[in-house]
């Protein structure tokens, strides 16, 4: 599929210059001494926490990360690889809240589960991710344990690690070597990955650092993203924000192979804007269109897999009209700038604070019908039909004609979700608008799920260590 | 704004072979015994009503034809180019009903004058067309008056003549020609612009090929368009209904030069695909985004000023979130392919049988949101704000630095419908969806509307005309 490239490369030397001068004038504060030791150690500028970093020293070490990598599932048909011309999807992750019909409620380890099935059941999705909803139903201290076990049992795609705390990673990575043939085999074939955010601007906090460096110390992917709200995180220029979102996470891909030279890692980004009036954060508009367009761009430049924020945000409190506006103008404009790996594909409302079922089904009839829209388009001479036209003539219609009658099935995309009942028929069937429609279809899906099969000792070893862990950590 | 292109120039040869062969081989249909005397008598072959046309001669012609010209609108500030970088907007044209919040009605002269003042009322329109919605409660054979009337007296911007019948094309040029300075001055600076549907495959009826001739001879420009459903009206291939497309406007296109050459003239599209389950067109999908990708390039090497179809079209029933993403989803494609001359930008709605109110709300923040996202961005020293950068250091925000106060009223794209209230206050304002909010937005610009100036004279000539002509035509 072509690419949507936007910047001359005078911009691109310009944006160049600019993270360039970012990292090396005003550099990047990193709150962790082992990450300042490595930094030290390596022959950069370290005063206080703050690292002034030499850019040709920081592209040597991106020049060691891989430019694809193969995340492993259980079920080695779920295995994907990560970089070059594949997108992988990824749905929503990380909300508190969950909306399901009419009502918005806290999120819970039940909607966590429902979610990771309904991951499970399309194939749409790669990866069920690691957090679809908060579960705020289990204790704060060792939910990560319960959330693991669930993303090893209930799919057998590969899944995200977590990054909330130390005791998180080291459990992650403890329950997938029994799972994936020890330790040695998890870190030569990485199984998960994990999100590290930086503390935009140039900031990159301890709990985050910890993550980082275990991660990429067991080789597991880590993706690092800027998360970027143009007036809060970043000034109110693209230009800049796209020159402070490079610098970032270079900085943060270049640790990563201080701390393991060819460990896989994933450039970040998540570029939006803030509304100027409420100071509330907005998605789907313009600016991060453009931000989306730009930052493939420069990833491809910088040979590196590269995550697009969206997926298909939205500021939205409902998946109404502008739910869908604006999740698929984060959605398409990720597609024309070739995202590798796209976050919160599926079921993003309300700036990122709900997960919403019904949106879930809006956002996969969106990035199916992207998918067809960017699959090239074959142009032969079969292809034009013209035996088609020889049956047909003027003024008939090709409804009958033996090329259509031949291809009916498969010709045009299936929706899912999308209605094109005259108004009539539509009333009849219950005058219901989309959103409605998909409560009945993510419903069915759940009814079709069925659990990937494990092997019984595995499970129970599995289940050992989360209770046994869970008693220590004192929950 | 840079263009997407998905045809190689393989494929583009391809394409080009195959209309060829269309016109030479299968030939167009002209159902007007002067087409085919023109035709005739510029020595291409004519049987019975069935014309093969040489390729050569038809781009000969069809070169004639100017890349780019200019409708004249009675406020000149009102006119507009058509053709090259230009994009122009039209709202939705000739739905039969009208849905307006929960109501869905047959439209009447009441609408279409609502909606010619909203079309006035927004700069982001550069003419309210022809045809907003049927008046179905004025008489059918003089309706074209009141029409005319309508479109001259409450707009100033340039406006389509309508093409309904002979009756109808004459009464526009008369019109016109008491409102421009003359019928020469008319023909000399078109103010006009009138749309002629293909009966594909490959047939041009009496009705339109009336109104080809007549507004080709007055110099009014012709958007020449192939309405094509893959499935009915060509074959279930998009290389195939782009070839058919292609040879279709070719030979309308001729047909104009023909007639007088250098007459303005659009190379139309409109495709879309039947949905095989139900028969019932379907809009928004992928093939029609592929097809606008493939249109645009195809009208570029033609060099001629391109329609498309498209527009925010949608076969959803509701102004939801299916009629958002199928309406983004049929302009987004429209921008990326570089369509000239947009039908159908706002307010349509139900596969093109309702004009919604709330949808021309939701489709108006579309197309605002596009027009910012495909703005070629800026890139220099200034746009990086290294000085906020300074101010602002590691972990700060950019909210009070001195380079976000300078610009937060102007730095990003304002919405017109769009809420990023959070949850609480969103509730308190009254919880409504988007297309809820869309109700006000549209009440307070109709608020807004003056009707533009006009010489008393002018108007009582005008007027004058629609009474005698209303009582000639016996209504």
């Given amino acids: 599929m072509a690419r949507y490239e936007v910047l001359s490369d005078d911009a691109m030397a310009t944006i160049e210059r600019g993270w360039r001068r970012l990292l090396q ?43 694809t990598f193969t995340l492993r599932g259980r079920d080695p048909d779920r295995s994907f690889p990560v970089g070059g011309d594949v997108m992988n999807f990824v749905p929503v992750q990380g909300p508190p809240f969950v909306r399901e019909g009419d ?113 990429a110390a067991a080789g597991q992917p880590v993706i690092v993203t800027p998360f970027l709200l143009m007036g809060a995180m970043s000034p109110v220029s693209i230009p800049a924000a796209l020159v402070q979102q490079t610098a970032e996470a270079l900085a943060g891909v270049a640790l990563t192979q201080l701390v393991r030279p060819g460990t896989p890692v994933v450039l970040g980004s998540f570029l939006s804007h803030t509304d100027m009036q409420s100071g509330s954060p907005g998605f789907g508009g313009p600016e991060a269109a453009i931000g989306l367009f730009c930052s493939g761009q420069i990833a491809r430049r910088l040979d590196l897999p590269w995550r697009s924020g969206g997926g298909s945000l939205t500021s939205s409190q409902l998946p109404d009209a502008q739910a869908a506006y604006e999740g698929l103008n984060t959605m398409l404009p990720a597609f024309l700038a070739g995202a590798n790996f796209v976050m ?23 990035v199916r019908t992207l998918r067809e829209e960017f699959t090239p388009l074959e142009v032969d001479e079969a292809s034009l039909a013209y035996g088609a036209h020889q049956e047909v003539g003027h003024g008939g219609h090709f409804l009958g004609a033996e090329h259509t009658l031949e291809r009916f099935r498969e010709c045009f995309y299936r929706p899912l979700l999308s209605s094109t009942e005259n108004f009539e028929r539509w009333k009849r069937n219950g005058g219901n608008d989309s959103a409605e429609r998909a409560t009945a279809i993510w419903h069915a899906a759940l009814e079709r799920y069925e659990r990937p099969p494990m092997d019984a000792d595995l499970q129970a070893e599995l289940e050992a260590y989360v209770v046994r862990r869970r008693a220590e950590l004192g929950d």
């Fill in 25 to 67: 004038d005003i550099g990047v504060a990193f709150h962790h001494p082992e990450a300042l030791r490595l930094f030290r150690e390596a022959g950069q500028i370290v005063e206080d926490e703050v690292v002034r970093l030499d850019p040709d020293f920081v592209l040597d070490l991106v020049a060691k990360a891989p430019a």
């Fill in 103 to 215: 009502v918005r409620r806290d999120g819970t380890f039940d909607d966590f589960c429902r979610f990771l099935k309904l991951a499970q059941v399309y194939d749409d999705f790669d990866t069920a991710g690691g957090l679809p909803c908060e579960p705020n139903d289990l204790p704060m201290d060792s939910r990560h344990l319960d959330m693991q076990l669930a993303l090893m049992t209930l799919t057998d795609k590969p899944y995200s690690g977590g990054q909330v705390s130390l005791d998180c990673v080291h459990d992650a990575l403890a329950l997938a070597a029994m799972a994936f043939g020890g330790a040695e085999a998890v870190t030569r074939e990485p199984v998960m990955y994990s999100v590290v955010n930086v503390n935009s601007p140039l900031l990159y906090d301890e709990r985050m650092l910890d993550a980082l460096l275990a991660y």
């Fill in 344 to 366: 919160h594909t599926a079921g993003w409302l309300e700036s990122g604070l709900v997960s919403c079922y019904e949106k879930f089904v809006v956002d996969l009839e969106i």
